[in-house]
């Protein structure tokens, strides 16, 4: 068994969270990334949203497992120099820098490609690298509104919501992900590296994909499977309404706080079995609901009825009843509850891992599952940690070279 991406080298130039989660990725896969840090702050985000004092943010550790830490100064002649020799020595340069960074010190992709044209070179950029808003920066938020997912997201009568998944930025980073491997796979064959770009408004509307359905499907009509009353010229928000063939809905259970709700998928055969577990035999054959078309017709209360009964048990308990008679559903986990679920722990999914300043901390783990390329999370690294390492064995510098370096800042 070997790590999947073994004898891939990264040249990480991420910070913030889009990028850092692409890198993290291609880390639990077995790629060596070298995180190429400013002197000094580093990735700002190692000092954002502390929770105990001079130790690396959470806001880091969860986004930079599995890499090393070289610091390096862009900006000294020597920095550009040591720079110039990891292109030369890598084989994907990933970024997400605001527009036009790494052009202006001096590394336009031209400039890569002579130097190695076997070279990826990676970017995430808000808008893309071309077309009229490509010189604009981003933040998750930002992709989310331009993207459809705000527009879509929420109730008639809410604002314009933001999902408290990050779309945008660890979105894009699985897309920018998938375009790497391709892009390595294409170089299997080609031998030549290529310029990839994922950008986040483009991610966001990748998974609003049906929405844009839904858009197209409103010319014809009003969306019988939306609660909305009335449709304006745009897919309206319709709140927890499914999005798919089937009807939907958050369910209230028992003890009634802010989590206590479970999700159920009315697929069509459930109906008969559903109304027997809740012992409501005398609604068996009832027209006004025995068939999917007569229940679209009174969603509000099909779900009145099935939560009568739902709000006597617990989320889970309900979840172990509807799985006995087949009824797809999953209950509202909340923090706490993802944190200790066994599943997810039995799945690497959640994790703790060691750190060095700040003793133990619990991250997600890989989504991504390999059968004969098992992931071992292993900790973010310190700022620079890997500085003197990865100068000597990467790149041989001798030890007084690597005191040249400090002396002249650039390390
Ligand atoms: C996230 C973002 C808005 C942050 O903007 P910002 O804080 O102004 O940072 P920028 O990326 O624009 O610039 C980084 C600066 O650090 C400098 N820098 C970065 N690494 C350096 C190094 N190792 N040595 C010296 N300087 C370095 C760059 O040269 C640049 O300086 P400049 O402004 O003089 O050119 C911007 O990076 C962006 O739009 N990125 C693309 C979209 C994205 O990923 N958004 C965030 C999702 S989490």
Redesign the pocket.
Known sequence: MSKALEGVRILD?T?????PSCTQILGFLGADVIK???AGRGD?TRGQLRDVPNVDSLYFTMLNCNKRSLT????APE?KEIFTQLIQNGDVLVE????G?LD??GFPWEKMQELNSGLIYAS???FGLYGPMSHL????SIAQAMGGSMSTTGTEDSVPLCTGAQI??SGSGIHLVAAILAALYHRTHSGKGQRVEVA?QESVLNLVRVKMRDHQRLQHGPLAEYPNKTFGTSVPRSGNASGGGHPGAALKCKPGGPNDYIYVVFQPQIWEPLLKTMSRDDLVGDSRYSTPEARLERLDDVYALVEEWSSQHTKFEVMEILNEIDVPCGPIMATEDIIRDEHLRSRQMIVDVEHPKRGTFTTVGCPLKLSDSPVEIESSPLLGEHTEEVLTETLGYTAEDVQRMRDAGAV
Request: charged share 20%; proline share 6%.
């Open positions: 130039m910070h913030v969270q889009a990028g190429i840090e400013p700002i390096l100064n862009l900006k920095g997400n820098f605001g527009p960074v202006r010190l995430i950029k808000g920066k981003a933040y998750e945008g930025d986040m």
